[in-house]
């Protein structure tokens, strides 16, 4: 039998999915590595091999479709790694598309503990050994967990006690809280600006991706407002998608209110800095040289001093598409921002 742990890449562009599949992972005794997008996906199968490939199809740039596509140009279409496709439409046609596409199998999100270990073995190398957990193991963690603060329940947009058993536990979830936290603002930004430009597309993408974190954390009217309106985008139904995006971005802040009321205490934000423009061209550099090195923490720690600063308007509109481009690992499109700040800046 094999000494070597098992790998698994799992490639999704959201952080709150990734967080949970990697504990996931973990139990089973398989060592996790992440991609955010295609490219990263693409870069790293290039440079060491995985045992497993778990892809989402609906992410940004280069979809789970073409980054397939990629993968296979690698071996010149002899790619024997399992990919095994993430995805959250699971209809007999969908399902039909994806595995005459060429991904190995499928799993439905949100994902299922039991569903993944039998994928995990079904698909490992001879000699792998594949740990199961038991319901007793299970049971001894849950007793180690620190108990679910009072305050979370007191959020009526949550589900807390389903967010926890999806998350695996009351320290993964509130771990998740907080990353779907600190993304509401960018997000809420975004579907406001692709509703303007009659960008359905992007919008389409984007609650998709919202439709996921929402029900990862309990927010179930919300996945469920997010899968209406992904629909819309899907039918070209505006007049649809106008009338319920008020609605849909309002509950969506409101969750956020309620967590920055509990983590940020009663005087909300600290007081905000001017930040002139030297300083931002000088942070705007360190970033472009951090995409180079992949230095997601570091270009992470940035964005969040910048979040606090104050800038113009016309400054903050071109941060906040920054913000989020970055933050996708869209590092063509960041460039281009930070480009088009140099151009403005008389740089």
């Not at 320290?171 to 960018?186: G, K, M």
């Not at 929402?214 to 505006?238: R, Y």
Request: overall charge negative; glycine content about 6%; aromatic content about 8%.
């Amino acid at each position: 039998m094999s000494n070597s742990k098992p790998s698994a890449l799992v490639v999704d562009d959201e952080r709150i999915n990734l967080l949970i599949f990697n504990k996931m992972l973990v139990s089973f005794g398989v060592e996790s590595a992440n991609a955010t997008n295609g490219y990263e996906c693409v870069e790293l199968c290039s440079k060491r091999r995985f045992d497993y490939i778990f892809l989402d199809i609906r992410m940004p740039g280069m979809d789970g479709f073409d980054t397939l596509k990629e993968l296979n140009k690698l071996c010149s279409g002899n790619f024997d790694v399992p990919v095994i496709c993430i995805t959250g439409d699971t209809d007999n046609g969908r399902k039909k598309e994806i595995l005459a596409s060429g991904f190995t199998d499928l799993m439905s999100k949100p994902i299922n503990k039991k569903v993944l270990e039998d994928m995990l073995k079904k698909y490992a190398h001879p000699g792998v050994n594949i740990f199961s957990v038991t319901d007793e193991d299970e049971d001894e963690d849950e007793d180690a967990e620190e108990r679910l603060p009072d305050w979370v329940g007191s959020i009526p947009e949550l589900d807390a006690e389903y967010g926890v058993m999806h998350c695996g536990s009351v320290t993964d979830f509130l771990n998740a809280l907080r990353i779907f936290n600190d993304s509401i603002n960018d997000r809420s930004y975004l579907i406001d600006k692709y509703i303007k430009q009659g960008n359905l597309e992007d919008l389409k993408l984007t609650v998709h991706s919202l439709k996921s974190t929402a029900g990862a954390i309990g927010a179930k009217q919300l996945a469920e407002m997010s899968k209406l309106l992904e629909k819309a985008c899907e039918e070209h139904n505006t007049p649809f998608i106008y009338n319920l995006t008020p609605e849909y971005l309002n509950k969506y802040r409101a969750i956020g209110d309620h967590i920055r009321k509990y983590w940020k205490g009663p005087d909300g934000e600290e007081n905000l800095r001017y930040i002139t423009e030297n300083e931002l061209m000088d942070a705007y550099n360190t970033i472009e040289e951090l995409m180079g090195r992949y230095d997601l923490g570091n270009i992470d720690k940035i964005l969040k001093t910048l979040e606090k600063c104050e800038m113009s308007d016309e400054w903050r509109e071109l941060f906040n598409d920054l913000n989020i481009y970055l933050r996708r690992m869209d590092w063509e499109k960041a460039r281009e921002i930070m480009e088009d700040f140099k151009k403005r800046g008389g740089k």
